[in-house]
Structure formats: structure tokens, C-alpha cells
């Protein structure tokens, strides 16, 4: 709502993209002078960095340390997944996210370290010169570290074994700008290095205060997550704002939408084109890719009744005229029968927010829920058994699914999170959706927010965090796995510099 030979060629061809971007953290320095120097690998393949570096510890009054970063003036939001590669050495080796006045030995810094025995813990030197203090985490070991500047509040969170982000550690430190941010290494122990890996590194800069993403709308990265490694890749970015990427049947290329029109990105050439959709030319982020991949569905702003509402359209896969499904607004896309026969949308009725079926030639449409509140997202399983939708009848929004006819209604998520948008894998063993924090309110999914992409076996209740994001509406709000399953496009936001 509105709110084979070929596929190799495609996932090659996202390598060669990547391939053509350099390090976000360009300024590297052996901070201190330790004996031993460190260095930075950037490995443009797979978008990740291998750090080394030595010196007696980041502590007391001043540090040794190996640190790649980049100079920085707004708040930012700095999130890796981080993994020590040096099997021996002093316990208390670390890896991690930092932010710092400057590089002489003695400067002002905070950081979220991750130790080699698994200890977690906010660091930080208030001035220059002064004594190191510390903030520890109760948790031990960590997948995922995330250092976010707000004001003068620094925060500190950690993620483990596929799951949530904790609760901040928080202190207040004032960094006057330019300041560095960056990744850092530290052996503690003088005549030994570490090395350490930082993979999904993303720095973000959230929206300022009152900044609601449609009036001020953000940059844009067009990422794919391999859901079986969890590693991510930014395929394009762009200064526009661009939503909801579909992956075509066939794995050439992907679909979005931005500034009203459709977007064609052939992911071996690595550039978007304009599809040609006729006279629906105010197109939102509900449109997808029929089961025979020759047509797209899509939902577009039309003048109703001297409103301008979502109508639901359908156009060749390769641009043309635009056929009317739906004849009442609004109405906005959000699946197709395997059979290619009828689409599930859901539509504004009297009021009331619910799932529809219409044949995807046009004719009667169909109610399929009727509960109160919102009923969203409804997207069929590729057996055409089941329709996965989203539904605030508990009071959280949730995902459930029913009987193609409406019938059988089943909760399948059950947690405090407000779960949106379930797109089945072409398999059928996985369902993957975006997840919003539990104080967005449940019957909303707007910009800006930090959300995650849960996926869970069918039939199963227990959902795994894939990938933690900076983004919200137009992230993940359609059908976008690859035709093998084993990955996913979306979009990430920033109002930051470009990665």
C-alpha cells in the first residue's frame, strides 16, 4: 500500500558493479606509533574490509591502534557485522566502530569494541588527555556492532546470532566537527597484530528532526542481501529517491519506481530505464511481476471522482499501453495468482481498509478479509494454497494467511514488533518481511525509520534478522526475491554522502 546460465550472468554482473567502488573509509593511520603497522584490504568483490592492526590497547590516557576512517561533520549512524580472524593472542584483542576528535594518541573518542574473549564494551575519553572509561555490555560475543552519534549523545548497540539490536548504551561527549569515524583494530599486546573483518559496513545519516521523507525525501542505495550468507552488496546509488525494486522472473533485471514513474535496472548493464506505462504516469511502490514474467502490475494515482486515488493498472513487461483493472480507489497492488489469472490487493472500501481479488482482465472485485482496522499486503504463496497478508486486528500489526478464497484466516507471527509486507520465496520455504519497531504506530510504515528484514521457515515461528536498515516505506513493501531464493533487493536510505 501507498504508502541457470542466466542468473549467473546476472549475480556476476552485481560483482563487476561492485568492483567499481572504493573504500568509504579512505584516511588510515597507526595511531600512536605502535611498533607494528596495520593495514586495510577493501575488497570491492564483496563490498567488505580486512583490518590488521597492532599496539598496546585503546586505554589509560592514550591509545595504540590501527584505525581506516573517514572525516565526518552531521550525527551518523555506523553499523558492521564484525568477526575476529586472529585465532591467537592477548584475550582482550578488539575489533570496533569508532568516533574521534582526532588522530593524534591522546584525543577525545568513543567506541563500541568487540574483545576476542567475547566482551562487549562502550568506550570512551571525555577530553584530551584524560583517562579511558568504560560502559560494558551484560551480553557476550557479537555479530553485528552499531555506533550512532546524536547531538552530543553517543549510543552503542550490539546484535547477536540473527536477532534484534539491544538497547543503547548511551553517554554524552561533544564532538566538534570535522571529526573522524571509522573502523579500528588494536592486538593489545605491542609485538602482535590482529586482523578482524567488517562486512554490511553501512554509515547512515538519518532524516533531521521533523523530516518526514515525502516533503525532504532521502538518497537512495539499491542493495541485494544473499539470505543464506546474510552479506549485503549496493548494487546503484542515486541522489533520487527510488522504492520497492521487483527481481524479474527471468534474473536480468529488477523493477522500481521513483518520481512517479517505473524503472527498468538491467543488472548486466547497470544503468535504469524508463518503462513506458501510458496514462498511468503517477505510479506508487505496488507493482510487481506476473508469474509468466510478460506483464507488470502496478497502482497509480488517477482522478476519481474528482479525487486522485491508487487505481490498479496492468502494462507489457516490456512498456505499452496501460490497462484499467480496477474501476474504485483506492486500490494498490500487492500480488499475483500463480496462474496469472487474478490479482490481491488491498483497497479502501466504505472506510475500511481490506484484501480484494479481481481477475487481472478486470470485472467483480472480491472481499477477502473483513476484520477491523488494516488488512494489507496480500501476496500468494507460488502454490496458490495460501495468501500471505499483514493485519492490525491484535492491535500489532502482523502477518497472517488465508484459503485463496478467504477462509482459514492463521496468525503466523506472533511477537511485539510491527511485521509488514511477507513476500514467499519462489521455493516456498521461506517467507522474508520488514519489521518495524514496536512504537511505529501499527497501522502505519512510514520513511526513516530504523527497521529490520526478518525471514522464518514456513510453517515455522521463530524469524531470523537478515539485515538491519535505515529505511521504512519503500524498502521492501513488494515481491523481490531472486527466481533461485537465495536472495533479495530492497532499498536503503540515507541523507548522507553515497557509499
Not at 558493479?17 to 584490504?41: D, R
Not at 555490555?137 to 540473527?162: P, V
Not at 488494516?374 to 497472517?400: A, V
Request: net charge negative.
Amino acid at each position: 500500500m501507498r504508502t541457470s546460465l542466466t542468473l549467473l550472468i546476472g549475480f556476476l554482473t552485481l560483482t563487476s558493479m561492485a568492483q567499481s567502488q572504493k573504500s568509504f573509509f579512505p584516511e588510515t593511520k597507526n595511531v600512536g606509533n605502535p611498533v607494528l603497522s596495520g593495514k586495510t584490504h577493501y575488497n570491492p568483490e564483496n563490498q567488505t574490509y580486512e583490518i590488521s592492526g597492532a599496539g598496546t590497547n585503546m586505554w589509560l590516557d592514550k591509545d595504540e591502534f590501527f584505525f581506516a576512517a573517514r572525516r565526518a561533520d552531521s550525527d551518523f549512524i555506523l553499523t558492521s557485522r564484525v568477526e575476529i580472524l586472529t585465532q591467537t593472542g592477548d584475550p582482550h584483542r578488539k575489533l570496533g566502530l569508532m568516533i574521534r576528535q582526532s588522530m593524534d594518541a591522546n584525543s577525545a573518542y568513543a567506541d563500541i569494541v568487540l574483545h576476542a574473549d567475547g566482551l562487549l564494551s562502550l568506550q570512551y575519553r571525555g577530553k584530551q588527555g584524560a583517562i579511558t572509561e568504560e560502559v560494558k555490555f551484560s551480553e557476550t560475543g557479537a555479530q553485528y556492532l552499531q555506533l550512532e552519534k546524536k547531538g552530543t549523545k553517543i549510543m552503542a548497540r550490539i546484535a547477536q546470532n540473527e536477532q534484534a539490536l539491544t538497547a543503547a548504551k548511551e553517554i554524552e561527549l561533544a564532538f566538534e566537527a570535522p571529526f573522524y569515524v571509522g573502523l579500528a583494530a588494536c592486538s593489545h599486546n605491542a609485538e602482535l597484530s590482529v586482523a578482524g573483518l567488517f562486512s554490511n559496513v553501512r554509515f547512515d545519516v538519518a532524516a533531521s528532526e521533523g523530516v518526514d521523507g515525502y516533503r525532504t525525501p532521502s538518497a537512495s542505495r539499491l542493495e541485494i542481501l544473499d539470505v543464506e550468507t546474510g552479506l549485503r552488496k549496493i548494487i546503484y546509488s542515486t541522489t533520487d529517491h527510488i522504492e520497492a525494486p521487483n527481481w524479474s522472473r527471468d534474473g536480468k533485471f529488477l523493477v522500481y519506481n521513483s518520481g512517479g514513474k517505473l524503472y527498468k535496472f538491467d543488472l548486466q548493464k547497470g544503468n535504469p530505464e524508463v518503462i513506458n506505462t501510458g496514462i498511468a504516469t503517477n505510479n506508487n511502490n505496488d507493482h510487481g511481476i506476473s508469474f509468466d514474467g510478460k506483464t507488470i502490475a502496478l497502482s497509480s494515482g488517477t482522478e476519481v471522482d474528482g479525487k486522485n486515488v491508487s487505481i490498479i493498472y496492468t502494462v507489457p513487461i516490456g512498456g505499452g499501453n496501460a490497462f484499467r483493472v480496477t474501476e474504485k480507489g483506492p486500490s494498490y497492488w500487492h500480488g499475483w495468482s500463480p496462474d496469472d489469472q487474478f490479482l490481491v490487493y488491498c483497497a479502501e472500501r466504505n472506510g475500511e481498509y481490506d484484501v480484494y481479488q479481481i481477475p487481472a482482465k478486470g470485472g467483480q472485485e472480491k472481499q477477502l478479509t473483513k476484520a477491523t482496522g488494516l488488512d494489507d499486503g496480500p501476496e500468494y504463496s507460488p502454490d496458490g494454497k495460501s495468501i500471505y497478508f499483514n493485519s492490525t486486528r491484535t492491535g500489532m500489526m502482523q502477518i497472517w494467511k488465508m484459503n485463496p478464497n478467504g477462509s482459514n484466516q492463521q496468525q503466523v507471527t506472533f511477537d511485539n514488533y510491527q511485521n509488514w509486507f511477507a513476500h514467499p520465496s519462489p521455493d516456498n520455504k521461506w517467507l522474508i518481511y520488514i519489521t518495524y519497531p514496536p512504537e511505529v504506530p501499527a497501522n502505519s510504515h512510514p520513511h526513516n525509520q530504523r527497521v529490520m528484514l526478518r525471514m522464518q521457515a514456513v510453517g515455522e515461528k521463530e524469524p531470523l534478522v537478515k539485515a538491519h536498515i535505515y529505511g521504512g516505506q519503500g524498502t521492501f513493501n513488494v515481491p523481490s526475491w531472486s527466481p533461485d531464493s537465495k536472495k533479495v533487493a530492497f532499498v536503503s536510505y540515507t541523507y548522507g554522502e553515497l557509499q
